[in-house]
């Protein structure tokens, strides 16, 4: 027997938050890319928690909170990295960690997106916005159903956080603009 009360159509979330979402262990890259003296080089960030909230139909009810633990912070290249803990870089024993809020989210066209957040990186906070695409259905196989895929980037000027402060700061040799990117295969939460 239905009830009359029964609503016709399912209700939204109550809590008014979008679908969530978890990385998949091990599928998870934040990287980024920069120039040393007109030279690329890449690095990467391998610790770092997501939390994801996102539905391409409910921007406003969407959220990204990253936390990334900077100290894993890695250039592949072992001279430099021994000098990323140093207060004019990343200052590891002051700002081991940093964050990723976001605070709004709107569509380009088709599957991609903007998300504008705050970045907290090194004690500084900055307004920065990632563009990503957004996969859900089954890509030629790659994706299973329940999975979804995030592929975005962002530009950051590294002397807004101080990332490369004293005597870097000024000097291009590293360049200023850092480009940040982000891949992650993800799966829906258990409700």
Known sequence: CKSASKPATPPRSTTGAAQSWTVVQGEGRLGFEGDYSGSGFSGQFPRFTAVIHFDPEQLDASSF????????????????????????????????????????????????????????????????ELRFTWTQTADGGALLEGQAKLLGDAEVNRRDFRIGDGDWYEDSTIGFKVLVKVSLLLEKSPP
Not at 72 to 83: I, Y
Not at 115 to 126: E, F, I, N, R, V
Request: hydrophobic fraction near 35%; charged fraction near 20%.
């Open 65 to 128: 909170d990253v936390a990334v633990d900077a100290t894993s912070v890695t250039t592949f290249n072992a001279d430099w990295d021994s000098n990323l803990g140093s207060q004019d870089w990343f200052n590891f024993s002051r700002y081991p960690q940093a964050t990723y809020v976001t605070s709004a989210f709107r569509r380009l066209e088709g599957q991609e997106f903007l998300a504008t957040g705050t970045l907290d990186l090194k004690g500084h906070q900055g307004e920065v």
